[in-house]
T-cell receptor, first 112, second 115 residues
């Protein structure tokens, strides 16, 4: 059975801290792994990872994929209160036209 | 990135009625999907909306309950039929494959409450 597991489920940090969010997966016909940030309703796209070992960066956020060990991490450096959100990991699998299988998310709270 | 809009943004409906949610993408996309996010839960795929043919439903979702249309490459609808309070959820559409990449973008969602 395909599954995506995120850890931790929730996290509270102080502004300025660095956080690492984890995502492991077991999916047949893996195609890519995506990270999203969800604050209110719609998930906002962050990264799409398809190749192992290649870090993707956007400002203070970065992510990397390990296809051998079947996991990905999302790093946020110098956290700000605006980073408070649920971070979703999703794996794209070639079963129904590349639909996404989501993890339960990590709820991050950054306190001032 | 694709810009996706949904209508309505929210609705309160009586049990036994049906609601149709519209999803419009600002450019042609290869793939469109419908997801459900129940309170406090992550997103669950309902179906893939196939252009010009019947949607592909995930286990636990059936066409009679969630009929889907996709008449062209920019538009899709999801109907929630014969609603019950258990259908109260956020319904999101997403799209991918519009610009040669397969990054998947989401619409703002429709918050449905069934009383």
């Amino acid at each position: 059975e395909d599954k995506v597991v995120q850890s931790p489920l929730s996290l509270v940090v102080h502004e300025g801290d660095t956080v690492t969010l984890n995502c492991s997966y077991e999916v047949t016909n893996f195609r890519s792994l995506l990270w999203y940030k969800q604050e209110k309703k719609a998930p906002t796209f962050l990264f799409m990872l398809t190749s192992s070992g290649i870090e993707k960066k956007s400002g203070r956020l970065s992510s990397i994929l390990d296809k051998k060990e079947l996991f990905s991490i999302l790093n946020i450096t110098a956290t700000q209160t605006g980073d408070s959100a649920v971070y979703l990991c999703a794996v794209e699998f070639q079963r129904s036209g590349y639909a996404l299988n989501f993890g339960k998310g990590t709820s991050l709270l950054v306190t001032p | 990135s694709a810009v996706i809009s949904q209508k309505p943004s929210r609705d309160i409906c009586q049990r036994g009625t049906s609601l149709t949610i519209q999803c419009q993408v600002d450019s042609q996309v290869t793939m469109m999907f419908w997801y459900r996010q129940q309170p406090g839960q992550s997103l669950t795929l309902i179906a893939t909306a196939n252009q010009g043919s019947e949607a592909t439903y995930e286990s636990g979702f059936v066409i009679d309950k969630f009929p889907i249309s996709r008449p062209n490459l920019t538009f899709s609808t999801l109907t929630v039929s014969n609603m019950s309070p258990e259908d109260s959820s956020i319904y999101l559409c997403s799209a991918a494959g519009g610009t040669g990449t397969y990054e998947q973008y989401f619409g703002p969602g429709t918050r449905l409450t069934v009383t």
